[in-house]
Structure formats: C-alpha cells, structure tokens
C-alpha cells in the first residue's frame, strides 16, 4: 500500500452532520431536529445489534423499551460474557459530587486534551453531558458501585484527570456495568421485545440498495450459516487490539465484524490510533497468550519508579529512596504518577530502553505500595485493590503487599474504529457503529475510565435518538431471505470458509497469528517509524500470502470448531493490520497514542503537526470484496475544528 | 519467574466430538511445561501440538483469561476449576503441579449443561433463570439522582460480594446434586440487599426458583460444595438468604406473584 493513495480533503462522503453553534446545545437542539418514529410504529421496526458488551447490550434494551423489535448477537455462550466484564477500574461522570471543581466542561476539556485534539469536539461535549445520567441509570439497575459511610457514592481519581470522578465497584466496574446493562436486556428478552442469538459470530453484512439491512452469521455449535434482515444494523463489536497478539484484550476479541463491513463500504477512521497501557503485568515466556492490566487506578497509590544505577542487584526492597529514580514524578510535576496512559507508557519504556529496566527480562519497571502501606496500611489498600492484588499474585507467585508489582506497557484499547457521523451512522446508510468499535470520541489517546462512559453512552443515550431519523426518513421495503443480495453475502461467507479449510497446509494459525502481533509490536507499537513500518508493510503482505497458501485449520465447518472460528479472525487481522501500519505511516506527525520517532521534541515528548494532521483519517476500500490489496484504500479527511478548547501543546508537567 | 525445569505430565482428557456423539477419555504426555505458564496456555501448548499430528485440537471455552468473564469451566481432576480456591480455570498455574503429575481434565457434568464438544458446554439455562427476574425494572431515562437514594456501606458490600458472581456454573459442577441455588442466591440477594430491588422482590424470587427447577437443576442438601468451587467466592449464607426470601415471597408478600 504505497503512494497510489489519493487523497481527498474534506471529502464529500463524510459529512459529520455535527451541529454548530453554542457547543452547549448543540445536542438539544439536534435532538429537536431529528425526526421521530411514532410510538405505534416503533413495533413495525426490526433492529440489528451485533455485540453485547456495554454499548451493545445498553442499546439493544434501550431500543426495545422504546417499542422496536431488536434482535441481539455475540459470539460468546451468554452476552454476560462481552469483554466489557473485564473492565476493571472505573467509569467518568462529571457529577462533581466531591465538590472539587468538577464540571461537564472540564471533563469535556480534559478529554479534548486527553485525546491530543484529535477528536471531534461536538461528540466529546455531547459524551460529558450525558456521563451524569449514566450514573443514574446504572444505579437504577441495582449495579452496587462503592459508597461512602453515609451512603452516597464514592468516587477515586484517574490518570489525565486533576478532579476525583471515577465511580467504581471494588475493582469489577466493568463486570457490574455490563450485568446491570445485560440485566436491562434479558428483561427486554422476557418481554418478547429482544430475541438473543448467542454463539453466533457476524462474517458479513448485508446491503440492498446501498442500505445496510442485514447480517450474515455462523451458527458457531452447528456451523450453519444464517441471514438476518432488518431495518438498521448496529455494530457494537469492541476493539482491535488482538491485531497485536498480546493485548489485554480477551481472547474472542477481533476486527471481524468492522472489517467486513469496511470491505463493505464502511471508512475505517484513524486506524492507527492504539493505546498502551502502562500498568499491565509483563511478559514471562513464549508460551505468552495474553497479557493482564493492572488497573490504572493502582497509580493513584503506587509510585513507579526504576534503580538509578542500571547494574543494581539489590532487590527492590533493599533499594534506598536515593538510589530510586520516581521517574514520572521527576518529570511530570503537576500529574506526578497519574499522567495520562500514552505519557507514563513511553516514559517507562525509555527507562527500559535506557537500561534501568527491571527483573529477568528487564522488560518491566516497579509499581512500589510501600509508603501508602506505611501511610493507611495494609487493610486499607487491600479494601481498594483487594482483587487486583490477588490476581497480580495468582499470575506472578509473588506478594505485592510485600514486594513492589513488576509492570510494562501493553497494547488495551483502540482509538480508531468504524468512522462514524454525530448520529454515530457509518458511512453505510443504516449501519450504526457503537463503543470501541467506533472512532468518535477519544482522538489519538483515551483517558482511564471514559471507554465505559462512551459505550454506555452511545448505547442509553445517543442511538435510541438517531436511530429513528433513519427510520423515519428512508424507503425500506421488506426483503426476504432468498433475495440474491442475502443470498450472495451469504455465499460469500460460505466460500471463505470452505476456502480456509481447503487449504490444508503446515502452519497453525496460532503461530500466523503470533506472527503478526510480533510485527504488529515490533514496529507499530509504542514507537514507529518510517523504515520500521514500511518493512512491517512488506512483512505483513508476505505473512498473509503464506496464510492463504499454508495455513492448516482443523475439523469441518459443520460442527464446533473454534479453530475455525480462530483462522476466520487471524485471515481478517492479516488484513486489517496493514492498513493499520499504512494510516501510521501517513500520520506524519505524533499525537497521543501514535508516536512517530521523527516527530518529538528534544524532551522525547510528542510532537503533533496541526497544520497538516488536524483531521480523522478515515480510509475507504475500493477493491474486490473477496480479495485484499493495500493499495484499494483511499483516504478520506475530516477535518477537525477546535473552537471550544483551544489547540495548544499537552504537558503535564506544569 | 522463569525457572529452567520444566514439568513432565500425562493428561486424561474428555473427548466427545459433538451433543450427541459417545465420548471417552484420551490420553495424551506433556513435556517441558513452564510453570508459569497458566493452565490454558498448557492446553493451548498441547492444541499445537495435536494440530501438528493431525488430530482435532480439544474444544474448552476461554475468553478473557482473568478470571471474570466466566467462560472456562474445566473439571480438573474432580475439582470445579481445579485445587486452588478462589481461582478459575483460566487463573490457574502450572506451578501447583508437579513432576510426573497426572491430570484428569472433564467437562462440568449436569444435565442443565449438556456437552456440546469436549470440554465446552451450554450453560443457556442460566441465561434464562436471569430473563425469569434477575433485573430491576427501570427503563432508560426514567432514574432519579443516583444520590437520591442513600444505600448503606454494610448493605452495599453485602449486595456487591454477591453481585460478584461471574456465572460460570462451577457451583452446579461441584455440587452432587447439580443444584443452581448458589448462583440464583447470589442475584437474588444483590437486589434484595438494595432498595432498587425492593419493588420486585417478591416476583423476582419466584419466578426464578420456578425457573431454576424447570431447567432441571437439582435441590440443595446443604454440602456446601459450591461455596468450596466458587471463583468470586460468593458465600452460602446467599442461599439461606434465598430462603428466607422465598418464604417471604409465598407466605408474606402482599405484592402480586
Ligand atoms: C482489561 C481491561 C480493563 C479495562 N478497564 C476499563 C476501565 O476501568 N474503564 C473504562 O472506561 N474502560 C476500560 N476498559 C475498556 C473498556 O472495557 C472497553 O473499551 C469497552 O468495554 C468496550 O465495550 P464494547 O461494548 O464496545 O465492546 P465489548 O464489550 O468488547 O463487546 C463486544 C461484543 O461484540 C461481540 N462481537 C465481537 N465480534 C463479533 C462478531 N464478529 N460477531 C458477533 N459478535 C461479535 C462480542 O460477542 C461482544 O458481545 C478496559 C479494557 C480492558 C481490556
Ligand atoms: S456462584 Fe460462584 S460458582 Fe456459581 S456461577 Fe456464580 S461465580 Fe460461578
Ligand atoms: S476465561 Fe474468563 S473467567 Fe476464565
């Protein structure tokens, strides 16, 4: 994928249909504009929702409360399981309950800024606004989020953020979150209004008419094949991160579903914006197959730090404050050890990467409680992190009360996802994009706890409003199941497979797959640069040519076959990855998660290019939906406008 | 840490090849295992292996690896989610075996989770037990200040450890009986344990026991095994709480049921 790409500026496919105006309004006053489905014909409406974590699972009940006939899709056996489970440390709203100077304006200023003004600000404004009704929803539902002694809500603070307003349930926010919205749903299913379809994987989707109105997927217990149709499609799919093999992510995660529907005809915005965590326990052998985070609110408490000497071979315990470097501390006065994720990942990296590292692999740096035991003690740390404390241990076989916690930097969430309008409709008329799986919101790096907010929002608060102007205003006559549209993407779906399993080669799929994050790591990871990802270009080409000739995947496609299952995933990510790398290497500037090592200033900090990049690159397939070839994807900008936070260098050090 | 010794094992693991097929033990030598590799990545190591010789890679399910999503369930060695409390499958270490070790590796057993393939089985019937009145009936829009209602930090602790449930169903494995009533206390009791819950109290209870023992699950004689297998250490006292909750439902409940 090289110079071939056109470019077009301010391309007329990408209208954000974001209001102008009093960014204060702006919302009501979209809402006021949009058109309505009258109720007694809400139930004239049929709705695809693929994905059940927070976003999806939240929509689809909240869309069936309102009258449409939803129908709700995972891969997993329950939607319970959605990956929004594992979400550990907390979710934002601007409630300023701690009467500490909290307001809808600066959550919506800190993530502006958060985000590296890569993000549009009407969505982000819109998200701070709707973050105060979250809470009472979810609270509504019976979630247990952790309370003070008088009874009201506790909240504990979050890196990029000065304010305390991160609600929380002990260290499973986003286990309780999702069975609140999951609760939400299966209410929905006793009433008629939700059929759930689990165990069902999306291989494709459905147009008519240039019009999203369906959904191919493999029944993944028997391994046939059904097409879905309806009236709008939403995907709520979560992130990419597993194009990286090793990520916190859970294993299931893929891009399957977005990719398909990008093949499609949906953009695919600011693919390369990916963010790594800096607290995630490291890595132990090759047998590696996934990584865990340690949530970032631990930095509320603990101090990183790396020996001041690189030879020091005294153990942690051993090591004197003055032989310490508490290198965030150094260098970011103001936000000390809670600077946002993409600024702590990068410090700990060159401390590594300057030999301060620490451990076997001296691939890690410590995350030391000693002076918050001495302070609060013992019992109250174990109160707060109790789980994370348990799980560090159970992973690593060493006590962190007792020990500092070793951590490194890994790949967690992805900022680019499935371009979307303020309406969060992808550039497909009737296909939605909802949570992880859309770009909207974070820019080019998201802050602790706003991944939570922004599906919860999307999914209670945006679509059950955009939805209906589709529905209102487009012509959607009925299809049926043997129209040759339904019937050719479910072919095509069908030819993948069979193809998949024809090929019979040597190679697992686990080792492509391991491959490629390998790469993915190496070269697109928390540094890139130019001749690092044009070699990761020419490697990944490479990777999946040898896939399609020499991939082995077991057993048939009629029975439960999570290898299948795996090499469907793997084929995709080989494909996605490389326009992951491209957008990085167009992205001539760093900004948040993106570092480019030819754009920094002389602190090592990032340095982004305003003039040239201050827009959401958004990439449009044009090529054949069967094959892939780079050199298809056309770049569409949005440009980006910045009237309420005005674009200045981040720091966090004053 | 790292250690340069490897573990020597021989695994007996269930293979059923689909719902209705017969199934049987195989057997299969491990070598060189790390012992930090965790218990799935030791299976993820033999599923290369097995590809690489041709036969079919066992089927268990996994998602996120840490312990909270609740979809490992592995029978190791008799033992719902193996010898180490409080830790599911996927948390597990090689470093709690030993040399020369010999690991027996089923899927849970009960007839509400029927076998789909080797080790993975339909847990569904849970699913169903939460639509039958695990949630707070509150449609989007309609919530007060979530401050309005004050909810004591005794009550909300209590609400939260049972709210923990991860839904994995080794409490129906470990139990002789197959019986659901840990899981369906620990909802019950989440909800019961909060004034958001009040309204619905009574129905809910019912409606989920009535659908707890249509899905064939079987009674609690009070062994206790559950609370023994359960990963997010959710406590019996749930269950009696369950009781009390009932009876209160069908004796003294004036709300409709
Ligand atoms: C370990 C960890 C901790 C985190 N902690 C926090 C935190 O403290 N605060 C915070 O704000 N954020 C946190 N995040 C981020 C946050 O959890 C996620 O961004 C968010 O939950 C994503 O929600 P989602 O609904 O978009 O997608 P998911 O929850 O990932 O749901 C995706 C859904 O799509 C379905 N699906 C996917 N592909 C297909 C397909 N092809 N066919 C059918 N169905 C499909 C899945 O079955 C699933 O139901 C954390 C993330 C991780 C990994
Ligand atoms: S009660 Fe415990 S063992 Fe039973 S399903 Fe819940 S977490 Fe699993
Ligand atoms: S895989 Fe999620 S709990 Fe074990």
């Known amino acids: ?654 | 840490m790292s250690s340069s010794r490897g573990l020597n094992l021989t695994l007996k693991i269930w293979r059923q090849p689909g719902p209705n097929a017969r199934g049987e033990f195989r057997t299969y030598e491990m070598k060189n295992i790390s012992p930090d590799m965790s218990f799935l990545e030791m299976l993820d190591v033999l599923n290369e292996q097995l590809i690489q010789t041709s036969e079919e890679p066992v089927a268990f399910d996994h998602d996120c690896r840490e312990g909270i999503c609740g979809m490992c369930s592995l029978m190791i060695n008799g033992q719902a989610h193996g010898p180490d409390r409080a830790t599911t499958t996927c948390q597990l270490h090689m470093r709690r075996f030993s040399d020369g070790d010999t690991i027996v590796i089923e899927p849970w057993r009960a007839n509400a989770f029927p076998v789909i393939r080797d080790l993975a089985t339909d847990r569904a019937a849970f699913d169903r037990i939460i639509t039958a009145g695990g949630y707070v009936s509150v449609n989007t829009g309609n919530a007060q200040d979530a401050n309005c209602l004050p909810v004591g930090r005794d009550r909300q602790e209590k609400s939260m450890a049972a709210a923990a449930c991860i839904g994995c169903g080794a409490c129906v494995a470990a139990c002789k009986n197959a019986s659901a009533m840990l899981f369906v206390s620990a909802k019950v009791s989440q909800l019961a344990l909060l004034p958001q819950g009040e309204p619905e109290r009574a129905r809910r209870v019912t409606r989920m026991v009535a659908q707890m023992d249509k899905e064939g699950f079987g009674g609690c004689t009070n062994t206790y095994e559950c609370e023994a297998a359960c990963p997010a250490e959710v406590s019996v006292s749930n269950i009696a709480r369950l009781n009390r909750e009932y009876l209160r439902a069908v004796v003294v409940s004036e709300e409709g049921v």
């Open chain 1, 1 to 654: 994928m090289s110079s071939a790409t056109a470019i077009n500026s301010g391309s007329s496919r990408l209208q954000s249909n974001a209001p102008t105006g009093d960014i204060t309004t702006r919302w009501d006053r979209h809402k006021f504009d949009l058109k309505l489905v009258n109720p007694a014909n809400k139930r004239k409406f049929n709705i695809i929702v693929v994905g059940t974590g927070l976003a999806g699972a939240s929509a689809a009940a909240s869309l069936a409360e309102l009258g449409y006939n939803v129908k709700a899709f995972c891969f997993q056996d329950s939607p319970r399981r959605a990956h929004s489970i594992a979400a550990q440390g907390g979710i934002n709203a601007a409630k300023n309950y701690c009467n500490d100077g909290d307001s809808v304006w600066r959550l919506f200023y800190d993530t502006v800024k958060g985000g590296d003004f890569r993000a549009r600000e009407s969505n982000v404004y819109r998200l701070a606004s709707v973050s105060t009704n979250i809470i009472d929803q979810c609270v509504a539902q019976g979630v247990p989020f952790q309370r003070d002694y008088g009874g009201l809500l506790a909240n504990r603070s979050f890196g990029g953020a000065q304010v305390s307003r991160t609600f929380y349930a002990r260290g499973q926010t986003g286990q309780q979150l999702l069975l609140g919205a999951y609760s939400a749903l299966m209410r929905q299913v006793d009433l008629g209004k939700v059929k759930l379809f689990a165990r069902r994987e999306m291989l494709d989707l459905i147009k008519v008419d240039d019009v999203a109105r369906g959904i191919v997927v493999r029944n993944l217990v028997t391994g046939e094949f059904e097409s879905h149709t309806g009236d709008a499609v939403l995907l709520a799919t979560g992130g990419y991160g597993n194009v990286f093999y090793l990520s916190t992510n859970a294993k299931g995660c893929n891009v399957t579903a977005s990719w398909r529907c990008h093949k499609r005809g949906a953009f695919f915005a600011n693919p390369c914006f990916t963010q790594i965590h800096p607290t995630c326990i490291p890595v132990s052998g090759d047998h590696q197959s996934k990584l865990t985070l340690m949530s970032e609110s631990l930095r509320n408490d603990g101090r990183v730090w790396v020996p001041k000497n690189p030879n020091d071979s005294r153990s942690a315990n051993e090591i004197p404050d003055d032989d310490r470097d508490y290198f965030l501390e150094r260098r970011y006065a103001a936000f000390g050890n809670l600077v946002p994720r993409d600024v702590a990942s990068r410090a700990a990296k060159k401390a590594c990467d300057e030999g301060f590292g620490v451990g076997e692999t001296k691939l890690a740096v410590y995350l030391d409680f000693r002076d918050t035991i001495k302070r609060d003690g013992a019992a109250v740390v174990k109160g707060k992190y109790g789980n994370l404390f348990q799980m560090y241990a159970k992973i690593t076989g060493e006590d962190p009360y007792s020990t500092p916690m070793r951590i490194y930097p890994a790949v967690h969430y992805t900022m680019g996802g499935l371009w979307v309008d303020y309406n969060l409709q992808t550039t497909i008329p009737g296909l939605y994009c909802l949570g992880e799986a859309n770009f909207s919101d974070h820019g080019a790096n998201r802050l602790g706890a706003s991944a939570l907010m922004q599906g919860l929002a999307d999914g209670y608060f945006v679509i059950p409003y955009t939805i209906g102007h589709h529905l209102a205003t487009s012509k959607l006559p009925k299809i049926s199941d043997d129209h040759p549209d339904v019937r050719g993407a479910v072919e095509a779906a069908k030819a993948r497979v069979t193809k998949l399993l024809g090929i019979q080669g040597s190679r697992s799929v686990e080792s492509f797959h391991r491959a490629l994050g390998k790469i993915m790591w190496e070269k697109c990871g928390m540094a890139r640069n130019e001749a690092g990802l044009k070699y990761a270009e020419q490697e990944i080409a490479a990777l999946r040519h040898e896939f399609w000739n020499n991939v082995r995947v077991m057993g048939t496609g009629e029975a439960f076959n999570q290898n299948l299952e795996h090499a469907g995933r793997v084929a995709d990510f080989l494909e996605f990855g490389e326009l992951l790398v491209h957008d990085a290497l167009t992205r001539e500037e760093s900004c948040g998660g993106h570092f480019r090592e030819e754009h920094q200033t002389e602190e090592s900090e990032a340095k982004r290019n305003d003039a040239d990049f201050c827009h959401a690159a958004a990439w449009e397939y044009t090529g054949g939906h069967d094959s892939f070839t780079g050199e298809k994807e056309q770049l569409h900008k949005e440009p980006l406008e910045f009237e309420n936070v005005h674009l200045t260098t981040r720091s966090y050090r004053e």
